[in-house]
């Protein structure tokens, strides 16, 4: 049986392939289980200091796949609340809890659920050819693993609403244009790019970045003061690690900084 999750070992970081391209990786359960997994052994692997999402073959991922489990029959309506809770959404908070910056590369369609796992990750790249598509609403579905969170974020309350409500394809340089994504790239450089932020990030001081990502996740549930607040401790501690030492040494020294990752 192929693997529907496709890891390879770089140097600092974790190059993630959803890998069922005859599906345009549409998820069932054995992808998201294999996913989740993925991420658990990040979070301990204090050698990995970033990760890469992208899709195999000619998508990024085409949502939940429509398979029987999941739709109308004999024996009723299917519990969809289950198995958003227990995977979708299992998924999406670890991918925002994730302690390494994690980067998607979407190649061809996201929709649905897929488009929800780019919008989960902290940085977006996609080709010229891909679309963010909230497919939900088509089969008489609301949004889930976090569109309804990210989309108001990224995009403006007008914007979400119009786009959950029609469910209307939004084409990679309007999605950059709209801010829903960091940037559109050409798609025969979408990987080059993309593999070249991620060992960028992966060699940065991983400490202060798993504190950006919290003060990030923080920042909308917060006050002003209780945000000043926090960045207030995360800065005491950041400037307690060997990173910000050597940081400084380089600064002062002239010369490229080289991070350990260590507190």
């Known amino acids: 049986m192929t693997d529907p999750v496709l890891v390879e070992e770089r140097p600092g970081w974790r190059l993630i392939r959803l890998n069922r391209p005859d599906k345009l990786n549409a ?18 692997d204090r050698s990995c200091h970033a990760a890469l999402i992208t899709g195999e073959g000619r998508g990024f991922c085409a949502g939940q796949e429509l398979s029987p489990s999941v739709m109308p029959g004999p024996g009723g309506p299917p519990d969809l609340g289950a198995l958003a809770q227990r995977y979708h959404h299992a998924l999406a908070r670890r991918i925002r809890a994730a302690r390494v910056p994690v980067i998607a590369a979407v190649n061809g369609v996201a929709a649905g659920a897929g488009a929800s796992l780019a919008l989960a990750c902290d940085i977006v790249l996609a080709g010229h050819s891909a679309s963010f598509v909230q497919a939900f609403v088509r089969i008489g579905l609301v949004p ?17 609403r119009a786009l959950l409500l029609t469910g209307d394809a939004v ?5 950059a244009e709209w801010g829903m994504i960091w940037k559109a790239v050409d798609d025969a450089s979408l990987m080059q790019e993309a593999e070249a932020l991620t060992q960028r990030l992966a060699q940065g001081p991983a400490p202060a970045l798993a504190r950006i990502k919290q003060l990030l996740a923080a920042s909308f549930s917060n006050d002003l003061d209780t945000q000043l607040d926090l960045e207030r401790d995360l800065q005491r501690e950041a400037g307690r690690t060997e990173d910000f030492a050597e940081g400084v040494r380089a600064f002062l020294e002239k010369r490229p900084a080289a991070f350990s990752g260590l507190e």
Do not use: H, K, W
Not at 27 to 36: G, H, K, V
Not at 144 to 152: A, E, I, M, V
Not at 171 to 175: E, I, K, L
């Open 27 to 44: 998820m069932n359960e054995s992808m998201l289980d294999a996913l989740i997994a993925v991420f658990d052994a990040i979070e301990i």
């Open 171 to 175: 084409p990679a340089v309007q999605a």
């Open 144 to 160: 889930d693993t976090g569109s309804s969170f990210y989309l108001p974020r990224v995009v403006g309350e007008a914007r979400a």
